[in-house]
């Protein structure tokens, strides 16, 4: 709000961000490893990447450090071997049919979904945008 600003406190948007699903409920997703602000996500748009659910997107209504709560309910739910991208917005070419993120944009959260998984100790799924 424009008081914020005045206030000297910070508006700065939460950075885009991915991840690995720990599991999901019928209007949520979980990631145990998150510390997300409260709420720093509201309003942004979860898109599962890859795994059960991949292509679908909800907008997020609210958060807590490790849940995320979405406008309507997964028709695929994502589990453990689903990934996700956290976005401030989708870009133009999406339609909920399938079309997803520019090259570009897969190929950076790519890398950072696997750096996750071998920091995790999991064994990184295979590249799909990357060499």
Do not use: C
């Not at 690995?20 to 490893?33: E, I, K, N, R």
């Not at 958060?63 to 979405?70: C, F, G, M, S």
């Not at 750096?115 to 990184?124: Q, Y």
């Amino acid at each position: 709000a424009l008081k914020d600003l005045f206030a000297g406190k910070s508006t700065a948007l939460a950075p885009d961000t991915a991840g690995v699903v720990t599991t999901a409920g019928p209007d949520t997703l979980v990631d145990s490893t998150a510390n997300w602000g409260i709420n720093a996500y509201a309003g942004y748009f979860i898109w599962i990447s890859r795994g059960p659910g991949d292509g679908t997107t909800r907008t997020i209504l609210k958060n807590t450090e490790t849940v995320l709560y979405i406008d309507k309910s997964w028709d695929k739910k994502p589990n453990k071997d689903s990934q996700y991208a956290i976005v401030s917005k989708l870009p133009t070419n999406h339609a909920p049919s399938g079309q997803v993120l520019p090259i570009t944009e897969l190929r950076k959260l790519e890398e950072k979904a696997r750096k996750m998984d071998i920091k995790a100790g999991r064994k990184p799924a295979p590249r799909q945008y990357t060499k």
